[in-house]
């Protein structure tokens, strides 16, 4: 099979295009919230070990400081002068064992 130079020339745009249409694709999926779902997911963890675990309003849940679940209000310890909540009493027993594991995590 001979290739003319308009063949050749098809080729080229048939390229081209093909790797705009891919680029674009990857563009859109790279910005899509499938990537950034997963990062918001560990920003959120990290965010909420990182507040201050007081008390919040009713509409808004309390977060445990060992595993970022949410919490039962009623498991919570104070330590060095802030209250800190867990979403059971396995974590509130590894946080008792090693605090400082757990607010170092916070920053």
Known sequence: MKITSFNKV??????VLMLIFLAGNF?????SNVFQ?????????????TETQTKLKDSE?????????EADPELKMEYKGETYYFCCKKCMK?????????IKSKS
């Not at 849940?61 to 679940?69: D, H, Q, W």
């Not at 590894?94 to 757990?102: C, G, I, L, M």
């Open 10 to 15: 098809q080729l080229i745009i048939s390229s």
């Open 27 to 31: 563009n859109q999926a790279f910005s």
């Open 37 to 49: 779902d997963k990062q918001s997911k560990k920003e959120a963890v990290k965010t909420t070990k």
């Open 61 to 69: 849940k309390l977060v445990c400081v060992v595993t970022g679940e």
């Open 94 to 102: 590894k946080f008792k064992d090693n605090p400082e594991k757990y």
